[in-house]
């Protein structure tokens, strides 16, 4: 993919993020229906909305790109492609991450949309309609926000760090104990793909989540950060991105190259024992 190309499917997915984010907030007052994902998780009809908005618009612009959402799955390419093939164009999109955050009223939710090119992020954008900010990069592009670069965090002592943390699995108390006392603090905010790309401007120092990520959560969040100059891997140090995993597979981690390895042995390595 040229330079030129990135940069007018940047322009596209920005303008696409930022009219999702105006039905978000104009549908914010009046949600209709609220319907249970799973014992833990929401939809409402506005998700359903703003995922349409954005597959129509893209459809007519690339009518020969492959679709991936969180409500409605996988839509081939015209070519016939599955988007999990790692083969040509696939819009990645989770048009409300934070959706119960959304419901409850909560001012914290953001519109992801990424394009994935031959297995690889090459654009993304996170758009938070509540505070009009746009999070930016291509995979050969600085990280933006609202146009301007930035970057993650420099800070020096990893005892400073205020991390975006959500542990799961063994031994969970041990090891956000092990994480929680070598840093200052941590916060679930319920939007990882917003939480993600503040750390490429160090609105975060870091990022944890031990799994039940899925695709359309780091697509686009990942690449922002990554660009921004942050060390992004999964929970065992490889590649984080794989556009052929499951749902609710990933885990991720996300930090300044000094500090990534050692919270990354905290998050594997915490005593077993509480």
């Given at each position: 993919?040229?330079?030129?190309?990135?940069?007018?499917?940047?322009a596209?997915?920005?303008e696409?993020a930022?009219?999702a984010?105006?039905?978000?907030?104009e549908r914010s007052?009046?949600?209709e229906?609220?319907?249970?994902?799973?014992?833990?998780?929401?939809?409402?009809?506005?998700?359903?909305?703003?995922?349409?908005?954005?597959f129509?618009?893209?459809?007519r612009?690339?009518p020969?790109d492959?679709?991936?959402?969180?409500?409605?799955g996988?839509?081939?390419?015209?070519?016939g492609?599955?988007?999990?093939?790692g083969?040509g164009?696939?819009?990645?999109v989770?048009p409300l991450?934070?959706?119960?955050?959304?419901?409850?009223g909560?001012?914290?939710f953001?519109?992801?949309?990424?394009?994935?090119a031959?297995?690889?992020?090459?654009?993304?954008?996170?758009h938070?309609?509540?505070?009009?900010?746009?999070?930016?990069?291509?995979?050969?592009?600085?990280?933006?926000?609202d146009?301007?670069?930035?970057?993650?965090s420099?800070?020096?002592?990893?005892?400073?760090?205020?991390?975006?943390m959500?542990l799961?699995?063994?031994?969970?108390?041990?090891r956000?104990?092990?994480v929680?006392?070598a840093?200052?603090?941590?916060?679930?905010m319920?939007?990882?793909?917003l939480?993600?790309?503040?750390?490429?401007?160090?609105?975060?120092?870091?990022?944890?989540?031990?799994?039940?990520?899925?695709?359309w959560?780091?697509?686009?969040?990942?690449?922002?950060?990554e660009?921004?100059?942050?060390?992004?891997?999964?929970?065992?140090g490889?590649?984080w991105?794989?556009?052929?995993?499951?749902?609710?597979?990933?885990?991720?981690?996300?930090?300044?190259?000094?500090?990534?390895?050692?919270?990354?042995?905290?998050?594997?390595?915490?005593?077993?024992?509480?």
């Amino acid at each position: 993919m040229t330079d030129g190309r990135s940069s007018g499917d940047l322009a596209f997915a920005i303008e696409l993020a930022t009219r999702a984010g105006r039905l978000l907030l104009e549908r914010s007052d009046r949600i209709e229906r609220i319907d249970l994902k799973s014992a833990k998780d929401v939809v409402t009809e506005v998700d359903h909305l703003s995922e349409a908005l954005i597959f129509d618009a893209i459809r007519r612009e690339h009518p020969g790109d492959a679709l991936l959402g969180e409500e409605t799955g996988a839509h081939r390419s015209r070519g016939g492609l599955t988007p999990t093939a790692g083969i040509g164009r696939v819009w990645v999109v989770d048009p409300l991450d934070g959706t119960i955050n959304y419901a409850n009223g909560i001012p914290f939710f953001c519109v992801s949309i990424a394009l994935v090119a031959d297995g690889r992020p090459a654009v993304g954008v996170v758009h938070d309609p509540v505070r009009g900010e746009t999070f930016a990069a291509t995979a050969t592009g600085p990280a933006t926000l609202d146009g301007t670069a930035i970057t993650a965090s420099g800070k020096d002592q990893l005892s400073d760090f205020v991390v975006s943390m959500s542990l799961g699995g063994r031994a969970l108390t041990s090891r956000a104990r092990a994480v929680r006392k070598a840093i200052r603090v941590s916060r679930s905010m319920g939007s990882a793909a917003l939480a993600l790309a503040y750390v490429a401007h160090g609105r975060f120092d870091a990022f944890v989540q031990q799994g039940g990520l899925s695709t359309w959560d780091i697509a686009a969040a990942g690449l922002i950060t990554e660009r921004g100059g942050a060390t992004v891997t999964d929970l065992a140090g490889g590649p984080w991105f794989d556009i052929g995993r499951g749902p609710k597979s990933i885990g991720i981690l996300a930090a300044p190259p000094a500090h990534h390895a050692a919270l990354l042995g905290l998050v594997a390595d915490a005593p077993r024992r509480s």
